[in-house]
């Protein structure tokens, strides 16, 4: 009788992937046990899903995977599925996450406007303060987090099925570009997406945190709508650059906050001016004063004006945040300016 080994089942698992990512069970910590005796094998999974088709799908190919192993005898695979938090969180209307003081979304009404360059670099700066920091990436689709703070970690899950976040600079991370390959795209459906998001707040090992910066995607879709009614938010940061054709899409940003009860800390301008190094001019190149009217005309602070710097580009494309790795730049000023801001209106609202 053969005798089979652990290395050789889990060589099979590993090329069993999760639907919809291109990482395997076993990297995401799903395979809980493994007995052997003799050339037959007993595997132990562990699932979070309210999708049938999830389970369906890792059985069959992990019973093919193994079935495949030369010399292979018995093979019993046995799934677990515990509902995911999402379930309860969805049907009980905007919950805390355990643990969490303050949750933040930081959102806009549009792409391009250096959202997630905002909520990385305020993440970082919250952080420089004293606080305990967590940042969700919950743009799904266009995942930017994990570049930004210079990491291609891969997560891992504890015992009660939690995923551990990924730290970096102090900061605690979550975002799809962790289990993605750099050009896999998130194959998802908008069911699957709103779990995925549930799962990314409220089954990740978060710990104590004095905030959670959620990194919304643009627009005002599925994910924003799911996580304005089951996550209660302190409040929300809104971002957008000085020209009416983002500040247009702002207010539609504003709007769905304030129809979902939910405050809006404050109003970020970035990409405001460039400064020229050689001469100190500054040249207003998307318009002047759009944002600060905008705040105005919403009846929320403007919370600061971000200028266009090479130090902040260079830093998101190579994972070295400003905030952090040069705090002395104009950006950095105020960038660390803003998250007091943050720190004092949010004491405000609990103190009222």
């Known amino acids: 009788m053969s005798v089979i080994s652990q290395d050789a089942v889990n060589e099979a698992l590993k090329d069993v992937k999760y639907p919809g990512f291109s990482r395997d069970i076993v990297s995401f910590g799903l395979v809980k046990e493994v ?66 003081k303050n949750i933040i979304a930081v959102a806009s009404g549009k792409g391009g406007v250096g959202k ?44 009660q099925n ?40 409220r089954q990740v090992d978060w710990g104590n945190l004095d905030y959670l910066v959620l990194d919304l995607p643009p627009g005002t879709g599925d994910i924003q709508l799911t996580i304005v009614q089951t996550v209660a938010l302190a409040g929300a940061i809104i971002v957008t650059t000085p020209q009416e054709v983002a500040l247009i899409d702002a207010r539609k940003a504003s ?3 304030s129809k979902t009860n939910v405050p809006v800390i404050g109003l970020i301008e970035n990409m405001s001016y460039f400064q ?57 000023t105020v960038f660390a300016r803003i998250a007091g801001m943050i720190a004092e209106r949010l004491a405000v609202n609990v103190s009222n």
């Open 35 to 100: 007995h052997l005796e003799g050339s037959d094998v007993e595997v132990r999974i562990s699932l979070a899903t309210n999708d049938p088709a999830v389970p369906a799908g890792i059985k069959e190919a992990a019973e093919a995977r193994l079935h495949a192993i030369p010399g292979i005898g018995r093979v019993n695979l046995r799934i677990d599925i515990q509902a995911p938090p999402a379930a309860a969180a969805a049907a009980a209307g905007p919950q805390q996450i355990e643990g969490v």
């Open 116 to 159: 997630s360059t905002v909520a990385a670099n305020l993440a970082i700066s919250l952080r420089r303060s004293g606080a305990r920091v967590g940042l969700c990436d919950c743009d799904l689709y266009g995942p930017s987090i994990a570049l930004m703070f210079g990491s291609n970690e891969r997560p891992t899950a504890d015992e």
């Open 162 to 201: 939690r995923i551990i976040p990924i730290e970096r600079y102090g900061v605690r991370l979550m975002s799809m570009g962790f289990l993605l390959d750099d050009d896999s795209p998130a194959v998802l459906r908008g069911p699957m997406v709103t779990r995925y998001t549930q799962q990314f707040l």
């Open 255 to 257: 709007q769905m906050f």
């Open 276 to 332: 020229c190094p050689s001469d100190g001019v500054r040249y207003d190149i998307f318009g002047k004063g759009g944002g600060a009217r905008e705040a105005t005309r919403l009846g929320v602070p403007l919370l600061g004006e971000i200028p266009i710097e090479m130090a902040l580009r260079e830093g998101g494309d190579i994972g070295r945040p400003v905030s952090e790795f040069d705090p002395e730049t104009l950006s950095g």
